[in-house]
């Protein structure tokens, strides 16, 4: 009778204990949101006090500012210029993000590559994003095409030194391993390389996109016609403080839903097998 019932006591220990953790696991990610929902609240309160001390030309409140912003949702004005932003970030972005896995990986992969790449990639790092933007829009002028090679351009040297170093910090242990049982150079790469660098390909992609957003409304605001960068110099200049911060808002929204709904997402379905650091 206790041999029959021993597995059954066990099973049941197994499920109390698992059920346990879905309640933990539960409880520290109502928390979590629960805390970002309080930054936002935190945000929106102090932006309103400091609007009822200075006045509207100068600083305009949440509500005035979202209702500017569904009004040029209701124009149709914001959907135009948005699209137009987000065409040439799709591009640039996409342009520096191939660049920099291609010149990342070789660098790191290839000793003398690294050393002959490791100069420029560094003083491209260095030099501001504007200084591309302005040489590119003098030697090509003031079209489509020297935007959005001047987005990527910017954002290539950051998302190259990220991969470079992913793939420097592979375990070449395994590597190791792999030679000795003969496996090809493609199912090393694929199957050894590649996971362990994807982290910093999230992360490369993140810091890059950041750039690339930025550098591509500089650059509507110098030389385009549309676009969100656009859209801000224009109202900037007739002094509208309500449609500065509609625009400002909007854009600010489009990052956050892209890191909350693609990045993270992705970060959690790859990488949902890594433990939480404790301090």
């Not at 001047?150 to 950051?158: L, N």
């Not at 090809?184 to 390909?201: A, E, G, H």
């Not at 509507?220 to 403080?241: A, D, K, P, T």
Request: hydrophobic share 55%; net charge positive; aromatic share 14%.
């Amino acid at each position: 009778t206790i041999r029959a019932t021993a597995p059954r006591i066990a099973e049941r220990g197994q499920g109390a204990g698992a059920n346990t953790l879905l309640r933990s696991m539960a409880s520290q990610r109502g928390r979590f949101i629960s805390l970002k929902i309080l930054g936002v609240v935190c945000l929106v309160a102090l932006w309103w006090i400091a609007s009822q001390i200075l006045p509207e030309d100068i600083l305009p409140g949440p509500v005035a500012v979202t209702q500017t912003l569904i009004g040029n949702f209701r124009s149709g004005v914001l959907l135009t210029h948005f699209f137009d932003t987000m065409r040439r970030i799709v591009f640039g972005f996409f342009l520096a993000l191939f660049g920099g896995l291609v010149f990342g990986t070789i660098m790191g992969l290839s000793q003398k590559v690294e050393a002959f790449l490791d100069t420029w990639v560094r003083v491209a790092l260095t030099i501001p994003s504007l200084c591309f933007l302005v040489v590119i829009y003098i030697l090509f002028g003031l079209n489509e095409f020297s935007t959005v090679v001047a987005v990527a351009i910017s954002g290539f040297p950051s998302i190259t030194i990220n991969i470079w170093q992913g793939v420097k910090n592979v375990d070449n242990k395994l590597l190791a391993m792999a030679r000795a049982f003969e496996i090809s150079r493609s199912r090393r790469f694929y199957q050894i390389v590649m996971p362990q660098i994807l982290p910093y390909v999230l992360a490369a992609s993140r810091y890059g996109l950041g750039i690339v957003w930025k550098i591509t409304v500089v650059a509507e605001l110098l030389g385009r016609n549309s676009g969100i960068g656009f859209q801000l110099h224009y109202w900037f200049q007739l002094f509208n403080m309500r449609q500065v911060f509609a625009w400002t808002l909007f854009f600010t929204l489009v990052m956050l839903f892209i890191e909350l709904a693609v990045f993270k997402q992705i970060e959690v379905r790859l990488f949902h097998w890594r433990p939480a650091t404790k301090f």
